[in-house]
C-alpha cells in the first residue's frame, strides 16, 4: 500500500510544482521581476515547507538527528540531484544573472556557519535566532538588488487584461498546496518503507525524508528548465538551501535546541560543503554545462554508496 501512495502522491506534487511554475511566471511578467529573484524567495520558501514541516515534527518529537539529517541530506541533493539534473537536461544555459559576483557567498555562508555552531554539540535557541536573522539579511539583499536590476524585457509579455490576481492566487496557493500535501505524503510512505526494513533514524532522515522533501526542488526546477527559464532553477536551489540552513533548522531549534555530535557525521558534513564548494566553482567558472552535471551526479553517488554502506 505504501508503494502505491508514494506513486499516488508523486503526481500530486508534480501537478503541484507546474501550477507554482506557470503562475510565478505570470506574476514575473506582470510586475518586470526578474525570474532569479522569483525562484529566489516565492518558489524557495515554498518548496522548503516539507522540509521545514519534517524537521519541525522531528524536533517536537525529540529527534534531533532527524531533524537535522533532513536538512543536510536536502542540501547535498539540491546540489547533486537536481541542479545536476537541470544541467543534463537543459539543451543551453546561459543565465542572465551572475550568480558567482551576487549569490555564492549565499550559498556557501550558511554552510560554514552551520558547520561552525555545531562544534559545541548543539544548535541552541540563540543560534537559531542568528541562522533566522541570517535569511533575513538574503532576503533584505535580494530585495535591495532587484531595485538596482534593469527590467529585462521579456519576448511575450502577457496582455494586462489576461492577469487576475484572483485567479493567480488561487493557483497559485493550490499549487502551494497540492506540493506541500504531495511531499508530506511522500515521506510517509517512503519512511514506512524504509522503518519495514530497519534503518537507523538518521539515515531515514538523510535519504528518504529528504529526498521526499527535495522532490519539490527537483520537480520545480526542471520544469523551469524545461520551459527555459534557467535563472528560476538555480535560483530556486540557491534559496532552498539557504532556507533549508536557516529557516528550517532554525525554526526546528526554536522548539527544541538540537543536539549533535558532529564527529559522527564527518563524511555527511564534509560533503554538503564540497558539494557547495562545487557549486560556487561552478558559478565563478560560468560551467553551466553536462560535465559539470556529471561530477555532481558522481559526489550523489558517493554520497549514496557510503550511506548504503553504513545501512
Do not use: C
Not at 541530506?73 to 550568480?99: E, H, M, Q, W
Not at 537559531?128 to 536573522?133: D, M, S, T, V
Not at 535546541?257 to 558534513?269: E, Q, R, T
Amino acid at each position: 500500500m505504501n508503494f502505491v501512495i508514494f506513486v499516488l502522491s508523486m503526481g500530486v506534487l508534480i501537478w503541484g510544482a507546474d501550477l507554482l511554475i506557470d503562475q510565478s511566471e505570470r506574476i514575473a511578467i506582470k510586475f518586470r521581476i526578474p525570474e532569479f529573484i522569483i525562484g529566489a524567495t516565492l518558489i524557495a520558501l515554498g518548496t522548503s515547507l516539507p522540509e521545514m514541516a519534517a524537521s519541525m515534527v522531528a524536533s517536537a518529537n525529540g529527534q534531533s538527528a532527524l531533524a537535522i539529517s533532513n536538512v543536510i541530506g536536502s542540501n547535498i541533493l539540491n546540489i547533486t540531484l537536481v541542479l545536476a539534473t537541470v544541467f543534463l537536461i537543459s539543451k543551453k544555459i546561459s543565465p542572465d544573472r551572475d550568480f558567482f559576483a551576487k549569490d555564492s557567498m549565499w550559498a556557501l555562508v550558511p554552510v560554514l556557519v552551520f558547520i561552525l555552531m555545531i562544534l559545541d554539540g548543539i544548535i541552541s535557541r540563540f543560534d537559531a535566532f542568528l541562522l533566522l536573522l541570517l535569511m533575513g539579511a538574503y532576503l533584505l539583499f535580494l530585495l535591495r538588488d532587484a531595485q538596482g536590476v534593469p527590467q529585462e524585457i521579456l519576448e511575450h509579455p502577457l496582455p494586462t487584461e489576461d492577469f487576475q490576481w484572483g485567479r493567480t492566487i488561487f493557483m497559485l496557493l493550490g499549487g502551494f498546496i497540492l506540493v506541500i500535501v504531495g511531499a508530506h505524503f511522500t515521506v510517509e510512505s517512503a519512511t514506512a518503507i524504509a522503518k519495514s526494513f530497519g534503518i537507523s533514524e538518521w539515515i531515514i532522515g538523510i535519504v528518504m525524508v529528504s529526498l521526499g522533501t527535495s522532490l519539490p526542488e527537483l520537480v520545480v526546477s526542471v520544469s523551469a528548465a524545461i520551459k527555459g527559464k534557467v535563472d528560476m532553477a538555480i535560483g530556486n536551489i540557491i534559496g532552498s538551501n539557504m532556507a533549508n540552513t536557516t529557516v528550517v533548522l532554525g525554526a526546528s531549534a526554536l522548539i527544541n535546541p538540537l543536539p549533535m555530535v558532529a564527529n559522527n557525521y564527518i563524511f555527511d558534513l564534509s560533503t554538503m560543503f564540497v558539494a557547495t564548494f562545487i557549486l560556487v566553482f561552478i558559478t565563478a567558472n560560468k560551467l553551466y554545462n553536462k560535465s559539470a552535471g556529471i561530477t555532481l551526479f558522481i559526489l550523489l553517488a558517493l554520497f549514496l554508496q557510503h550511506t548504503l554502506e553504513h545501512l
